[in-house]
């Protein structure tokens, strides 16, 4: 049995308006755990813009990949990839790896 959530107005932190939180998006975030927004949309949109956009990727906020060095397994050249290679595993450069699927 699922329960109704009611809509509620929120107080945003940054400019001090009220803005809805309606009762399917507090659904939504409490199945993801997340915490009741804190800012109203724009505000929220205008920090996203300020943190060089939103949902870079893992790209940080300045929107640029973070790349390491790395000697590929296959072939042994020098390449570099997006993830800090710890030994576990092989690491191949783009022309191995895309050859392998």
Do not use: W
């Not at 800090?84 to 690491?91: A, E, I, L, T």
Request: with cysteine; aromatic share 10%; net charge positive.
């Amino acid at each position: 049995m699922t329960m109704t959530t009611q809509d509620k107005q929120l107080v945003c932190t940054a400019c001090g308006s009220e803005f809805p939180f309606s009762g399917e998006e507090q659904e939504f975030y409490t199945s993801k755990g997340f915490q009741d927004p804190k800012k109203c949309k724009p505000c929220r949109d205008a920090a996203k813009q300020g943190r060089g956009g939103g949902g870079g990727g893992g790209r940080g906020y300045g929107g640029q990949r973070q790349m390491y060095p790395a000697t590929c397994s296959a072939c042994g050249i020098q390449t570099q990839v997006p993830f800090q290679p710890n030994g576990s595993k092989p690491v191949y450069c783009r022309d191995c790896y895309q050859s392998s699927y």
